[in-house]
C-alpha cells in the first residue's frame, strides 16, 4: 500500500489545475473551506460533505481506563473527539481501490 499523504499544497495544486484560479488564490481558497470546516466542528456543529462523509463531534464522559501494563486503574476525564463517517458512496470507492 502507498505511504503517499495527500496535503494542503495538493490540494490547493489541484484547485489550481482544475479550476484555473492562481496559485495564490487557491491555496488560500482550500485554507478558507479548512478554516470554516474546522470552526464548525470547533463550535459544535455538523459537518456533511455529500458523496464523501460526515464530520462530527462528540462527548465522551468520564470513565476508568486501566493500563495494560501494569494492570492499574486510571481515571480518563471527560473530552470532545471528533469522528468521521464516510458515506456509502466513499466506502464502496474505497474498497474498490478505484482512483477515479
Known sequence: MSEKTLTRM?????VFREVG????ESANLVEAVL???SDALAS???VKIS?????????????VGRNPKTGEEV????????TFRPSHLMKDRV???KKR
Open 10 to 14: 495538493d490540494l490547493s495544486e489541484a
Open 21 to 24: 484560479l492562481s496559485r495564490n
Open 35 to 37: 478554516q470554516h470546516m
Open 44 to 46: 459544535g456543529e455538523t
Open 51 to 63: 458523496s464523501f462523509g460526515t464530520f462530527s463531534v462528540r462527548a465522551k464522559s468520564a470513565r
Open 75 to 82: 481515571p480518563i476525564s471527560p473530552r470532545r473527539v471528533l
Open 95 to 97: 474498497a474498490a481501490g
